[in-house]
């Protein structure tokens, strides 16, 4: 299956989920030199979040930091990441969630990742199925 897909202002929310995440862990979203649960940022923030450990997601430098608002921003992130563009906020309820005017709704489903697709560059890349397509764009693959 080709996953190319319409670039939607819901791109956007799940880019700003993403650099969420980086900004919390100061890591990358994927970093092949860590162990293998945690190469891909998405899915160990997802793991940690599982299993109530959200806070091992902070970067590890931080002396001090506010316990409630990391959980709350690792929430965030997980709802703006959502692997379906309708479950994912409008940026409107994300500027209130940061605020703390909206509560962050609980997280059931996982993040979108792009397990069902291989990027051999930039502007390429090539399905499970073997096919390819050279005129798509990575970062289309996240809109509708």
């Known amino acids: ?3 190319l897909c319409h670039l939607t202002e819901k791109a956007d929310v799940f880019g700003f989920g993403v650099v969420t995440l980086e900004i919390l862990s100061w890591r990358s979203n994927s970093d092949s030199s860590l162990e293998a649960e945690r190469i891909y940022l998405l899915e160990w923030a997802w793991s940690l979040y599982e299993t109530n450990r959200g806070l091992e997601l902070v970067d590890p430098t931080l002396s001090s930091f506010n316990k409630e608002e990391a959980i ?3 929430g965030i992130s997980l709802l703006c990441t959502q692997a379906s563009p309708n479950l994912r906020p409008p940026m409107s309820r994300v ?4 605020t703390g005017d909206v509560e962050v709704s609980t997280v059931t489903s996982k993040p979108g990742y792009l397990s069902d697709c291989q990027f051999t560059d930039a502007t390429t890349f090539v399905s499970e199925d073997g096919k390819f397509d050279s005129s798509a764009n990575a970062s289309m693959v ?3």
């Open 1 to 3: 299956m080709l996953c």
């Open 72 to 74: 709350r921003m690792l």
């Open 95 to 98: 500027v209130g969630m940061l």
């Open 142 to 144: 996240f809109g509708r």
